[in-house]
């Protein structure tokens, strides 16, 4: 993950924080995040203190990461900012399934709830969230699930190709999963 994956994730948190209280992210995800973006050489005096809580402290949470943004000058959160740290972050979880870093199942549920649900469903997105849903469709017959995995981690492959990478060239093809 680098900085600018770990700042959108922190943006869309943020986000989350202003909805209704059983939609906020828990404790321990925030204590993740602030981790995670001190992994990423994310900079801001609150978060090596935010990222060190232990499970007794994870009361701490809200306030140092109400601090962590503020430091990182991510008040008050711009509709335009979330959407562009939401399309980051599919663009991640994308290409942590293609390579084989995520778990496609898991990974096509990111994207369908974080990022293309809060997105209004983008037709860039749409393969993902279609089989992130037949994942948990109710027909009588279980999905054949691993048909689907492929499926996910080829249809994040084809979501990465439609994005140049930092070099100005489209994303290469990753190898195939085991």
Same mark, same amino acid.
């Given at each position: ?45 609150? *978060?090596?203190?935010?990222?060190? @809580? +232990? %499970?007794?402290?994870? =009361? ?5 990461? !109400? ?57 860039? *997105?749409?393969?993902?969230?279609? @089989? +992130? %849903?037949?994942?948990? =469709? ?5 999905? !054949? ?34």
């Amino acid at each position: 993950m680098d900085a600018v994956v770990a700042i959108s994730l922190i943006r869309m948190a943020a986000a989350d924080l202003s909805m209704e209280p059983w939609q906020h992210p828990s404790d321990a995800y925030l204590v993740q995040l602030g981790l995670d973006a001190l992994m990423a050489d994310v900079e801001a005096p609150s *978060l090596p203190l935010l990222a060190g @809580l +232990a %499970r007794g402290e994870y =009361s701490q949470a809200r306030a140092l990461f !109400d601090l962590v943004l503020e430091e990182l000058g991510l008040l008050p959160p711009a509709s335009g900012n979330l959407a562009k740290a939401r399309w980051t972050a599919a663009r991640w979880w994308a290409g942590q399934i293609v390579a084989c870093r995520l778990d496609p199942e898991h990974g096509a549920k990111l994207i369908y709830q974080e990022s293309a649900a809060e997105l209004d469903y983008p037709d860039a *997105l749409q393969p993902i969230v279609d @089989l +992130a %849903r037949a994942l948990d =469709s109710p027909k009588g017959q279980p999905p !054949d699930r691993q048909h689907i995995r492929d499926r996910i981690t080829s249809a994040a492959r084809n979501f990465l190709r439609s994005f140049p990478d930092r070099s100005g060239c489209t994303t290469a093809r990753a190898p195939r999963c085991p």
